[in-house]
């Protein structure tokens, strides 16, 4: 309730007091109480006959004070939750915002679906063409894939995309690596080594080593198919093979690769002396061939051996346009593989004859072959073995295995052999000699007279007629001009030599069988009659003529082919 001061008719109601008179103020009391009991009674009467109106005023007000509760209630509640509500709805705006910015670029994406789905396929564009054989393309892809990465690198689509395009990079090195291992033609090397050298993965030095390697290889794969049964076969298709296709790659490799253009080498390259990788890698090829060579030569090749040399030379003289003739080289295999045939098949007459002797008998002997038969020197041509011999086949034999390999040697005679052979033939002479001499030395105090006459008959059979025989044949096949023009010196003076050779053999045994002042020529395709009877100095006449040597004017070596005995 209103206290008395703050009610607007107090102030007033004083006044009034104040402006009555004695009478009236003490009325004023009993005027207050009958009014205070009118209002009262009235009061009650109002009360009474509107109690049902106060009832639902009061209702009221206690419906309208729960009401105003409840929103007082709630209105503290929204103002608690103002800030909430004021935070959700700033990240729905943004939320909407960025949902906005995705919408626009999804119908830039969309607009741009052509552009991107292009991007998106790189690389299986570029595994199809490498797989198609569309190099030019696929390269074309990789630089642009590059200037891609270049400018949007960071982006991880992208990344990825240039990812899988450098695995595809790597299977087309792979593959054009791959094509140089097969038989190629020049413009189709031409261009897998462009393709390669634009790749920019090889240094020009790794890329010259990386070609040589791969066609190397292919190379060696066709070596290794030839059949290596039959060594004359083989070797005939290695030197058939080996001219053709390593021609070719040194073809290819100098059109390819320039040694004589500085301009295409890079600053780092200039240590590196690219002309030898090519000679370094050639010469092993050939020393390759040459070890296949000298093996399939050692395994033997029949008569084929001329043929085989004319081959080889060709071969050499081929390479020549390169600057690489090899002829040089091979000659010595063949000498060394001339040579020790020629040696085999004399130890094997001489192992042969020893073995003769052993079983050999003079009293089986028929005196009257020689004495029926015309005597060599005198009715037989000279290129002919001494009819003399059949009347001893440890001799005959003997002859007919010397005279065998010289018809083999005939077929490829190069003078290189002349001074082997004639040593070889001399040591196996020797030997024969003292063959003869254990015979005599073993069997002497059984002979009756008539063996000692024929073994009297077989010492001069072998001094007087198959010395001088083999001496001939062997300058049918080394004629002494021939020789004389090789080594650069006269006939008389390689004649001169022999006898002077001859004369001092005695005390030059211990030197090399050289004469002071002679060159290494001395002796060559002479036979030293002296050294060779040695052996049987004692059993022989008093006077032996030396070994005739043949003159310019005697046979050719191709009258050698009927010197075999029968």
Not at 166 to 188: G, N, R, T
Not at 211 to 226: G, N, P
Not at 315 to 341: E, H, I, K, Q, Y
């Amino acid at each position: 309730m209103k206290s008395w001061k703050e009610d607007n008719d107090f102030p007033v109601y004083l006044s009034k007091l104040g402006s009555y008179g004695v009478e009236q103020l003490g009325k004023e009391p009993e005027r207050l109480s009958e009014e205070k009991a009118v209002v009262l009674e009235q009061t009650q009467e109002l009360a009474f006959t509107n109690y049902k109106t106060f009832i639902q005023t009061a209702e009221c007000s206690r419906e309208i004070f729960k009401q105003f509760s409840k929103t007082e209630q709630r209105l503290d509640s929204l103002v608690r939750k103002l800030p909430e509500f004021s935070r959700l709805c700033q990240e729905f705006s943004k939320a909407s915002s960025d949902i906005n910015t995705h919408r626009r670029l999804n119908s830039l994406t969309l607009t741009r679906n052509a552009q991107l789905l292009e991007i998106l396929e790189l690389p299986q564009l570029m595994d199809t063409c490498i797989r198609n054989g569309h190099y030019e393309e696929a390269l074309e892809l990789a630089a642009y894939v590059r200037r891609l990465a270049k400018k949007h690198g960071h982006i991880s689509i992208i990344a990825s995309i240039v990812g899988d395009v450098e695995v595809a990079w790597l299977a087309m090195l792979h593959q054009l690596l791959s094509q140089l291992h097969s038989d190629l033609q020049l413009p189709k090397c031409l261009q897998v080594v462009g393709y390669l050298r634009r790749m920019e993965l090889f240094t020009e030095p790794e890329l010259r080593l990386k070609f040589l390697q791969a066609r190397d290889s292919w190379f060696q794969t066709i070596l290794a198919a030839i059949p290596k049964d039959d060594a004359n076969h083989h070797l005939s298709k290695t030197i058939e093979l080996t001219r053709i296709h390593l021609f070719n790659i040194v073809t290819q490799y100098r059109a390819i690769f320039s040694d004589e253009d500085p301009i295409l080498l890079s600053p780092r390259d200039h240590n590196v002396n690219q002309i030898m990788i090519f000679y370094s890698w050639l010469t092993e090829k050939i020393s390759q061939f040459l070890s296949t060579l000298e093996q399939d030569l050692s395994h033997g090749v029949g008569t084929s051996l001329d043929s085989i040399i004319g081959q080889c030379m060709y071969f050499g003289l081929s390479f020549s346009r390169v600057g690489a003739d090899f002829r040089g080289v091979m000659a010595p295999v063949f000498v060394r593989t001339v040579s020790s045939n020629f040696e085999q098949s004399i130890k094997k007459s001489t192992k042969k004859f020893g073995q003769d002797m052993e079983t050999f008998t003079l009293a089986k002997l028929q005196t009257n072959i020689l004495r029926n038969t015309p005597t060599s020197t005198q009715h037989s041509k000279q290129d002919q073995p001494p009819q003399s011999l059949l009347e001893f086949y440890p001799l005959a034999d003997y002859c007919n295995g010397i005279t065998t390999a010289f018809n083999e040697l005939r077929l490829c005679a190069p003078v290189a052999v002349a001074g082997s052979s004639t040593d070889t033939l001399q040591e196996s002479l020797t030997s024969v000699a003292r063959s003869i001499m254990a015979f005599y030395r073993q069997e002497q105090q059984a002979f009756l007279p008539a063996e000692k006459q024929a073994f009297s008959r077989l010492c001069r059979c072998f001094a007087l007629e198959l010395l001088p025989y083999m001496q001939r044949c062997l300058h049918l096949l080394f004629s002494p001009l021939t020789v004389a023009q090789q080594i650069g010196v006269s006939l008389q003076q390689l004649q001169k030599e022999e006898v002077a050779l001859r004369v001092s053999h005695s005390s030059l045994m211990s030197s090399d069988r050289m004469k002071p002042g002679s060159g290494d020529w001395a002796g060559l395709t002479y036979l030293d009659q002296t050294i060779i009877l040695d052996p049987l100095i004692g059993l022989l006449p008093q006077h032996v003529e030396p070994a005739i040597a043949a003159q310019p004017g005697d046979e050719e070596p191709s009258q050698l082919e009927a010197l075999c005995l029968h």
